[in-house]
C-alpha cells in the first residue's frame, strides 16, 4: 500500500512539473514587440521636393493676367522637429502671353525659414523665401510696338510666402499634396509710373518628397 502511493505521489509530481516548465519558459520570453506607432513622428534631416508648379502672373502687361506652367524643386534642412530652412529653384514659361504669340519664360532661386507641423501622416508647413529670378522670352526681347526699344531680359527680386500639406506616403517618400504661395516679383513692367515694375502673382506647386536622414 505505501508503495502504491509513493508511486502515485510521484506521478503527480512529475506530471506537475512537466506542466510548470511551459508556464515558466512563457514567463520568461518577452513579449512581441509592439508595431513602430512613432513612425510619422521621425523627423529626417534632409528633404528633397521634385514636381510640377502653375503660376498666375501679369508680369510685363500690367492689368493683364496670364499662366505660366513649369517645374519647382527645393532641398529642406531641419535643425528640430519644426523649423528648418529651404532653397527653392523653379522654372516657369508660356509660349502665348496675354494671347500676343509672345513668349516668356521665368527662372527663380529664393532661400529662407519653414515651420512644419509633425506627428501624423499628414504634416502641414508655412515658408517664407526671399531671393531673385530672371525674366526672358520674346516679351522681352523684341519691340512690343510703336517704335519701342524691347525691354530686354533682366533680373529682380522675388518673395515668396505661402503653407502647404505633406502626406507621409512611405518611410521616406511623401507626396505634396499641395502648396500655395504669393510670389512678388520686381520686373521691368511695359507701363510708366511710381509702382509699374512689381509683380503680385501666384504660385501653385505639387509633386513628391524625398526625405533622407534623421534628426
Known amino acids: 500500500m505505501r508503495r502504491a502511493l509513493q508511486t502515485i505521489a510521484f506521478g503527480l509530481a512529475a506530471f506537475l512539473a512537466l506542466g510548470a516548465a511551459p508556464c515558466g519558459r512563457a514567463q520568461a520570453t518577452p513579449p512581441a514587440p509592439a508595431p513602430d506607432d512613432h513612425a510619422d513622428r521621425v523627423v529626417p534631416k534632409i528633404e528633397i521636393f521634385a514636381g510640377y508648379s502653375y503660376m498666375n502672373a501679369n508680369i510685363v502687361i500690367a ?58 501622416k499628414l504634416v502641414p508647413f508655412a515658408q517664407a523665401l526671399f531671393g531673385a529670378g530672371h525674366a526672358t522670352g520674346t516679351l522681352y526681347t523684341t519691340s512690343l510696338g510703336n517704335g519701342a526699344a524691347p525691354l530686354g531680359a533682366n533680373s529682380g527680386f522675388m518673395l515668396t510666402a505661402g503653407a502647404g500639406v505633406d502626406y507621409k506616403f512611405k518611410p521616406r517618400i ?9 510670389l512678388y516679383s520686381q520686373f521691368l513692367n511695359a507701363v510708366t509710373g511710381p509702382n509699374s515694375n512689381h509683380q503680385n502673382n501666384l504660385r501653385i506647386s505639387t509633386g513628391v518628397v524625398f526625405s533622407f536622414g534623421k534628426r
Open 63 to 120: 492689368g493683364t493676367r496670364f499662366n505660366l506652367n513649369g517645374a519647382s524643386g527645393s532641398v529642406a534642412y531641419n535643425f528640430t522637429n519644426w523649423l528648418g530652412v529651404v532653397g527653392d529653384f523653379g522654372v516657369y514659361g508660356q509660349s502665348n502671353v496675354a494671347s500676343q504669340s509672345r513668349s516668356l519664360i521665368l527662372s527663380s532661386y529664393q532661400f529662407g525659414p519653414r515651420v512644419s507641423w509633425r506627428g501624423h
Open 174 to 182: 511623401n507626396i505634396r499634396i499641395i502648396q500655395t504661395e504669393y
